[in-house]
């Protein structure tokens, strides 16, 4: 016989069948994701409180919004990006809760972001993705108990949890292999972050040239300014040099790549003339034979959504700051240096 109330909320559910709350929730909404034998006993135990679920009743009966928010500091479609997203999604959506990408590209759309989130409480927990927050913005989440899930994110200080790759160990085994190859001449390629934005990419040129000035190299630093000749642009600073690099490292694959291309343009052999390395073994690399770091992005989103997942329902998280190697991958694009 069903109990006559009609007050049951999803916890309730989720309590009776001692089950968590996504799990309630995939039970209605994501049946494949679920046990037949846990699905139905979810069920059975809604249908004697008289309870049902939608997504706007779970949010009303929870006080969640089973949305959580990314705060991305680049172009979506950036390699990076796009694969945390993927990782996330894959994590977030099989627990019923949907991903809010918002972008953030200047002071102005950030300050917006903490003004109106306090108030709209429409996300269960916020992932960022590539730069830090300070405290005043940690306060107004914390205020709300809203977890917050840095991925890449170089400060650990007011996040709940964080994933990030050693981009230390990453740039020192960039450098220490361009230094072994006899390489003496290096020129590092940076991207030029937005002022008001502290990205992880900060950690991979510092440890570069705090490893090579150990050996005595002080190699020369350009930035990447964006723009539709950015590689251009590139080349022409390359060329105004005092004198030709023997090797180049560069803070993306995303930068390394057509800088290939174009170097054999103007007229140098890769690596021959110049070696080439680049960080993060994107799409393409591999094709191109580019010598990279290698960091795995999509498995990396996924820890942090299995810890987000975790926060929200208040349980403890396992390593809250976990650490991901990265890899040295030799290809051709790098080389001995050749006496002429």
Same mark, same amino acid.
């Given at each position: 016989?069903?109990?006559?109330?009609?007050?049951?909320?999803?916890?309730?559910?989720?309590?009776?069948?001692?089950?968590?709350?996504?799990?309630?929730?995939?039970?209605?909404?994501?049946?494949?994701?679920?046990?037949?034998?846990?699905?139905?006993?979810?069920?059975?135990?809604?249908?004697?409180?008289?309870?049902?679920?939608?997504?706007?009743?779970?949010?009303?009966?929870?006080?969640?919004?089973?949305?959580?928010?990314?705060?991305?500091?680049?172009?979506?479609?950036?390699?990076?990006?796009? %694969?945390?997203?993927?990782?996330?999604?894959?994590?977030?959506?099989?627990?019923?809760?949907?991903?809010?990408?918002?972008?953030?590209?200047?002071?102005?759309?950030?300050?917006?972001?903490?003004?109106?989130?306090?108030?709209?409480?429409?996300?269960?927990?916020?992932?960022?993705?590539?730069?830090?927050?300070?405290?005043?913005?940690?306060?107004?989440?914390? %205020?709300?108990?809203?977890?917050?899930?840095?991925?890449?994110?170089?400060?650990?200080?007011?996040?709940?949890?964080?994933?990030?790759?050693?981009?230390?160990?990453?740039?020192?085994?960039?450098?220490?292999?361009?230094?072994?190859?006899?390489?003496?001449?290096?020129?590092?390629?940076?991207?030029?972050?937005?002022?008001?934005?502290?990205?992880?990419?900060?950690?991979?040129?510092?440890?570069?040239?705090?490893?090579?000035?150990?050996?005595?190299?002080?190699?020369?630093?350009?930035?990447?300014?964006?723009?539709?000749?950015?590689?251009?642009?590139?080349?022409?600073?390359?060329?105004?040099?005092?004198?030709?690099?023997?090797?180049?490292?560069?803070?993306?694959?995303?930068?390394?790549?057509?800088?290939?291309?174009?170097?054999?343009?103007?007229?140098?052999?890769?690596?021959?003339?110049?070696?080439?390395?680049?960080?993060?073994?994107?799409?393409?690399?591999?094709?191109?034979?580019?010598?990279?770091?290698?960091?795995?992005?999509?498995?990396?989103?996924?820890?942090?959504?299995?810890?987000?997942?975790?926060?929200?329902?208040?349980?403890?998280?396992?390593?809250?700051?976990?650490?991901?190697?990265?890899?040295?991958?030799?290809?051709? %694009?790098?080389?001995?240096?050749?006496?002429?």
């Amino acid at each position: 016989m069903k109990e006559p109330t009609t007050t049951a909320t999803i916890q309730d559910v989720a309590n009776r069948a001692k089950v968590s709350i996504s799990t309630v929730s995939r039970s209605f909404t994501r049946p494949d994701l679920v046990s037949p034998k846990t699905r139905a006993k979810v069920l059975s135990i809604a249908d004697e409180l008289n309870f049902s679920i939608s997504r706007s009743a779970a949010a009303l009966k929870t006080g969640q919004s089973l949305r959580i928010a990314l705060l991305v500091s680049n172009h979506i479609s950036n390699w990076f990006a796009a %694969s945390v997203i993927e990782g996330l999604n894959a994590e977030f959506s099989a627990a019923g809760y949907d991903l809010s990408i918002i972008q953030i590209e200047s002071r102005e759309q950030r300050k917006e972001f903490f003004d109106t989130l306090p108030v709209r409480r429409n996300a269960d927990a916020v992932v960022i993705a590539s730069f830090d927050i300070d405290k005043d913005e940690i306060d107004r989440l914390s %205020s709300i108990d809203v977890p917050i899930i840095g991925v890449n994110s170089v400060l650990q200080d007011g996040f709940s949890a964080t994933v990030n790759i050693d981009d230390h160990q990453g740039s020192i085994l960039a450098a220490r292999h361009l230094i072994q190859l006899g390489h003496r001449r290096i020129l590092y390629i940076r991207t030029n972050p937005a002022q008001s934005l502290h990205f992880s990419v900060q950690q991979r040129i510092e440890s570069f040239l705090g490893y090579c000035r150990e050996q005595d190299i002080e190699p020369s630093v350009i930035t990447a300014e964006e723009g539709t000749y950015r590689i251009d642009n590139l080349i022409t600073q390359i060329l105004s040099l005092p004198q030709m690099p023997t090797a180049i490292a560069c803070q993306e694959d995303g930068i390394a790549i057509p800088l290939i291309f174009q170097l054999e343009r103007n007229g140098f052999s890769v690596p021959s003339d110049i070696s080439v390395i680049g960080y993060d073994d994107s799409t393409y690399a591999h094709d191109v034979g580019l010598t990279t770091i290698r960091q795995l992005p999509i498995d990396m989103a996924r820890a942090a959504a299995r810890k987000t997942l975790k926060l929200i329902e208040g349980e403890t998280v396992d390593k809250p700051n976990e650490l991901f190697p990265a890899h040295l991958v030799v290809r051709s %694009s790098t080389s001995r240096v050749e006496e002429h």
